[in-house]
């Protein structure tokens, strides 16, 4: 049973930061890429990052890059997302997502809100 469960979020004020976590169970999480997506709103899900199954390999939406580190501890089945410089822009429920088998999963999300 694939499951993902983010924590991390709450409010933050503008250029402020915040580490969210994702923790994995019912795979073996050391085989699998993951990646970030957040959704605010009113929008689309948008994709935020990605991280292979090591860490070795990391890309980031034009929005984020530069700001957001995606990272992952597999001895603990911990992926994080640390978030500087973050913008009122960065507003949204934060998801981790994984491709395991035929399936997509998703987690429940977490709130993070940057607002003075």
């Known amino acids: 049973q694939v499951q993902l469960v983010e924590s991390g979020g709450g409010l933050v004020q503008p250029g402020g930061s915040l580490r969210l976590s994702c923790a994995a169970s019912?795979?073996?999480?050391?085989?699998?890429?993951l990646k970030w997506f957040r959704q605010a709103p009113g929008k689309e899900r948008e994709w935020v990052a990605f991280?292979?199954?090591?860490?070795?390999?990391?890309n980031y939406a034009t929005s984020v890059r530069g700001r957001f580190t995606a990272s992952r501890d597999n001895a603990k089945n911990t992926m994080y997302l640390q978030m500087n410089s973050l913008k009122s822009e960065d507003t949204a429920v934060y998801f981790c997502?994984?491709?395991?088998?035929?399936?997509?999963?998703w987690g429940q999300g977490t709130q993070v809100t940057v607002s003075s």
């Open positions: 997502n994984a491709n395991v088998g035929l399936g997509t999963y």
């Open positions: 019912g795979f073996t999480f050391t085989n699998y890429p």
């Open positions: 991280i292979s199954s090591h860490g070795g390999v990391t």
